[in-house]
């Protein structure tokens, strides 16, 4: 439904077209509901009852319980676009030692949907999971394999797309950005649904195909290239300068006249 001026409004922009992403995505199931804790938990559940044909979508207008990597939190407000998709690994993955790169490429599809439908904007990826517009958070990414069934991948995505950070944390507006404050516009949610899964489903394919080249793929999005960055990895930190992200997803890191490759941590500090 458009307004009288043919623009999106807020309240159109808050409804999803369940029909155009059974009809125009990758997924073989949908299923939605106004509110949840979490979306990635959700998932995880259906995942255990088995019996579902995948990909499976699920979405939700609010999470009251948004998780991020290791005890973050995601705060969620009205408006944001809050979706998990629950994907059968053996299509998504090569073989388990590409595990590294899942979120990297997913990061990787949102910044290239949000980059086509806001050109012009500082979209960039900030490894492993994060998408950035600016130095602000735009979009957080959580990828989960649960114990069982073992050939199951969950991964949670939340965009902060028409939500406002009035009533945020001040912590979280400081960090926090969204697609509507930086085009001065709101967006339907489905719209950008569509266009980050089209972009996620061209990317998983690629990846479990092998044809997939991260370090070159992610060079014109990588916000952390040519700059000094402290790495938390384990118990042990790193620091140096970040050279890129490799075609096996880790973080490249000059530490004097050596490299160090780093698969799963931290970036504490930029500078």
């Not at 609010?62 to 676009?81: D, F, I, K, V």
């Not at 001040?170 to 649904?193: E, H, I, Y």
């Amino acid at each position: 439904m458009k307004s009288p001026t043919g623009s999106t409004t807020p309240t159109d922009a808050a409804r999803f077209d369940l029909g155009r992403l059974e009809a125009e995505t990758f997924a073989a199931e949908i299923a939605y509901r106004p509110e949840v804790p979490s979306t990635n938990d959700w998932a995880l559940e259906l995942a255990h009852e088995g019996g579902h044909r995948l990909p499976f979508l699920v979405l939700a207008s609010q999470q009251t319980q948004g998780r991020g990597r290791g005890t973050n939190r995601w705060w969620s407000a009205p408006g944001a676009l809050t979706f998990s998709l629950l994907l059968d690994s053996t299509a998504v993955l090569p073989d388990i030692h590409a595990l590294p790169q899942v979120s990297v490429v997913t990061a990787l599809a949102v910044c290239e949907a949000l980059g086509s439908l806001a050109p012009g904007q500082p979209v960039g990826l900030k490894w492993p999971n994060d998408v950035l517009l600016g130095r602000c958070k735009l979009c957080g990414i959580l990828v989960e394999s649960p114990a069982r069934p073992p050939d199951r991948l969950v991964i949670g995505i939340g965009i902060n797309v028409n939500n406002s950070f009035a009533e945020a944390p001040d912590d979280v507006r400081q960090r926090a950005a969204s697609l509507a404050d930086a085009t001065g516009r709101p967006w339907a949610l489905t719209d950008v649904l569509l266009r980050v899964l089209r972009a996620a489903e061209q990317q998983f394919a690629s990846l479990q195909a092998g044809r997939v080249r991260l370090s070159e793929a992610c060079r014109p999005w990588c916000v952390l290239s040519g700059r000094a960055v402290t790495v938390v990895a384990g118990r042990g930190r790193i620091e140096g300068v970040c050279t890129g992200i490799g075609d096996d997803g880790a973080l490249v890191v000059r530490v004097g006249e050596s490299e160090r490759r780093v698969f799963s941590g931290v970036v504490e500090a930029i500078r």
